[in-house]
Structures are given as C-alpha cells and as structure tokens.
C-alpha cells in the first residue's frame, strides 16, 4: 500500500510516496481502508520536528482519517469489518491504510460522506471543547475569533452561532472574512499579516472594543498567537474567556500578566486531544452533540478543496502558506 513518509525533518517537498507493507492490527486495533484524510495545520509543524508530539521516523503525516473497516484485531468490540468510521489518529493518516485503537474511531452518520467526515473531528471538537468546556460560553454573549477562516476558526464561527453568541470574525483578507460571514458571523474585521508594529497592535485592540460595542470580547477565540495575542488580551471584557487554542503565527506569545488582573478575565488553555482521553465520558457526550448539531444542518465543513494522495506535499504547503479557507482534504480512494 502507499504511504505518504517524512523520512527526515523539513517542509512538505522533503516528504515521499513509497510502498510500505499492510497493516495488521493488534489486540484492541482495527485496520482501516482510507478513503480520506484532512490536512491540519499540526501536520506541517510535526515534518519539521516543531510540534508537541514527535513520532520517530519514518512516519507519516495525518492526523484525521475517513475509512472503512477492514480487518479487527482480537478483543474489538464496538466496531466490525465494513462500517464507516472516522479516525483521531494523530499521525500516520496520510497512507492507504491504517492499524489504530478502537477507542480512537467514531462511526460515521449515513448522512455524511468520507470527505466530509474526514474533516469533521478534530476542528468541531476542539472548538466545541473550546467553546462548551472552557469557555462555557452563554447565549448573547460576544465571541471574537481569531483565524476564522481556517479549519478551527471557522468550526468556532459556526458553533459560537449554534450555541446563541454574537459572533465577530478576524481573518487577514477580506475573502476570508466573508467566508466567515457565510457561515454565521454576524460582523468580521481585517488584520494586518504579522509582525505588528505597536501601533497595529494597539489598532488592533481598539478594533475589537469598537465592534463590542466598547465592552471587549467574552470570549476570545485565538488559534494564531504570535503579536496578536497581547491586544486581543486587552480588549477583553470583564469575566471575559481568552481561549490559547494555538499558534498559528509561529511564536509562542509572552504576554503582561497584569492584564488578566485589571481586566479580571481567564486566560484558558485547550487541549482537545488530551481532554478526549483524559474525559472520555464527556468527550463521547460532546461528539453525540457535534453529530446532533451536523444532522440539524447547524454545521458543516467547509472544505475548499480536494487533492490526491500524491499532491500532499502541495496541500500542506497551501496550509503552511494560509491560503486554505476552512479544510483541504486528501482523497485517498
């Protein structure tokens, strides 16, 4: 079967296509057929050795699949050969099948299809954990995201509606911002592409107080870092939620603790994918809502385009260079 394969660490053209031997699974593991992979944008950190989790090489990239099941290995009981499933599989998805634990698949509603499923799971259960979990967000409060055309962003656009905010989109083109509008946004802004000088900063800042009306953000959705992080902190309103979701703008922001204190708001860690093993009860009841919410037509992926196996390179450099709009997909069958 083909794989997609970081061999050694560096940007998407250093990756491979080989064949590698199938598959089989060991106790408490299926195989999958892949039909789909998403693309996210932990998988362009973790081929250069810059995310969190370090696989060692070889592997592959792919940290959400679409598939069927294909073969199941000894003590699997919850999933059979045949049904659809998606899989949270943190590497490895970029590749024509793949052994991974039960527990780390989820069947799949008639009414979606491989590659939309396939870019469902790690973007709506972050920002649901984000959103439900962390924030415990109230109907017609205001949710300012950051990102909000990407994969996470717009997922929080989407579920920030559902779930009754008033929802204000920030994104780095007007395209992207009106992305944001089509799925839900109530209002959206235009912020310059980093660095930020002082006063972008402070313009920044006062952007987002004047879209809320002067109070500042309840809740601050922010998966970009970087130079954004300190003005979005000081529009923060009081009892406000900034949500650390990522970093997007590559530097890992340092930022005045006063600021919490005057402004008596939280600054909120998420971690979706340790929170999905260390509450699994809870993480099931979130997924249940997330599927509840898709059947209801409340959200959807929006996937702006599709590659094959062999232009994964391609796609993950549109990634890196955020151009991607919602998700990119990979079609593996």
């Not at 509450?279 to 809502?289: I, K, P, V």
Request: glycine share 12%.
């Amino acid at each position: 079967m083909k794989a997609v394969l970081c061999k050694e660490f560096g940007p998407p053209e250093k990756l491979v296509i080989e064949d590698v031997p199938s598959p089989e699974p060991k106790e408490g593991e299926v195989v999958l057929d892949v039909h789909a992979a998403a693309v996210n944008f932990p998988d362009v950190l973790i081929i250069q050795n810059l995310y969190q989790f370090k696989p060692p090489l070889p592997f592959s990239p792919g940290g959400e699949v679409s598939g069927q099941v294909a073969k199941v290995g000894a003590g699997v009981k919850n999933v059979k050969v045949g049904d659809r499933v998606i899989g949270s599989c943190g590497w490895n998805g970029f590749r024509e099948e793949l052994a991974i634990e039960e527990a780390r698949v989820q069947p799949i509603p008639d009414e979606m299809d491989y590659v939309t499923a396939s870019a469902f799971l790690m973007t709506y259960g972050t920002s649901h954990h984000a959103l439900k979990d962390r924030a415990q967000i109230k109907p017609g409060e205001t949710l300012v995201v950051l990102g909000a055309a990407g994969g996470v962003g717009l997922a929080a656009v989407e579920l920030g509606k559902a779930m009754g905010a008033k929802v204000i989109a920030g994104a780095s083109s007007e395209d992207k911002v009106q992305v944001a509008k089509d799925h839900g946004a109530d209002d959206g802004f235009v912020y310059p592409s980093g660095p930020l000088s002082k006063d972008q900063q402070k313009e920044l800042s006062e952007t987002i107080k004047k879209l809320t009306g002067g109070q500042g953000a309840d809740v601050l959705y922010d998966p970009v870092g970087g130079d954004y992080a300190e003005p979005a902190l000081r529009a923060m309103n009081w009892d406000g939620r900034y949500l650390v979701v990522g970093f997007a703008a590559g530097d890992i922001p340092k930022v005045p603790l006063n600021l919490a204190l005057l402004k008596g708001c939280q600054i909120v860690g998420v971690f979706w994918g340790a929170f999905t093993g260390r509450e699994r009860a809870r993480h099931e009841e979130n997924l249940r809502e997330l599927m509840d919410l898709f059947k209801a037509g409340k959200v959807k992926p929006h996937v702006s385009k599709t590659y094959k196996l062999e232009e994964a390179a391609e796609a993950l450099n549109e990634m890196a260079g955020r151009k991607v709009k919602g998700k990119v997909v990979l079609k593996v069958r």
